[in-house]
């Protein structure tokens, strides 16, 4: 029998950048037809995103994708290196890179675990090597979005239970597996693991990291030479 792997999972928005699914929705609404109304229609939901989110992620998630209705998957599919260099990229914190490419070093298989949408993270997994990502997908009927998330909706417990899934399949051991994110919705993703740790965490999640001692890392300092990322 093969020995167990493991393995180092990632949240996306806010652990290994600055930007969210709000930002890079707002990238395609200004591009859609009628692009000035779709982008203030954006702006005026904010109070409402806000307070869904605070509410429940998997509220957010299943409110805010229905924006994508009606967008052809060809059209963002064309979109998605323009979206990475004008709007990801640069929000990329600086010790982002070197922390991946740290666990890589130590026998890691690096995954991307997050509930952005598949179609905006090619460029991003090329840009870190991860060996996997588990995302979000919209629904498409005959190349147009539907505004639906395909099931599981990867919020909370079922991000969680995708990630628990991933490992059953390559035969990774969570325990000795690491896990990073900076919100407090990710507590079971950061629960299933041996080696946990809180990125720039909210209120919350510090409050836990800190009960918990695990470490609590800034990767908007970038790292130290040896690659390992400064932390308090």
Known sequence: MKEPLRSAFYDLDGTLLAGNVVTRYAFFARRRPWGALQYARLLASVPLLV????????????????????????????????????????????????????????GYRTVLVTGALDFDLPAVVRHFGF???????LVFANGTATGEVAPPLLAGETKV????????????????????????????MLEAVGQPAAV???????????RRGWPILDLKKGNHGDGSPLGS
Not at 162 to 188: E, I
Request: hydrophobic share 35%; charged share 35%; glycine share 4%.
């Open 51 to 106: 307070g869904l989110d605070l509410y429940s992620r998997r509220a957010f998630n299943e409110y805010f994708y229905r924006a994508y209705r009606g967008l052809r998957r060809d059209w963002l599919d064309g979109l998605a290196e323009t979206l990475f260099e004008e709007v990801i990229r640069p929000d990329i914190y600086p010790g982002a890179k070197p922390l991946v490419a740290a666990d890589r070093r130590e």
């Open 131 to 137: 060996d996997d990502v588990i995302s979000n997908r």
């Open 161 to 188: 239970q995708a990630l628990l899934d991933w490992c059953r399949k390559y035969n990774v051991d969570a325990a000795q597996s690491k896990a990073y994110s900076d919100s407090f919705s990710d507590l079971p």
């Open 200 to 210: 720039h965490p909210d209120r919350r999640l510090r409050q836990e990291a800190l």
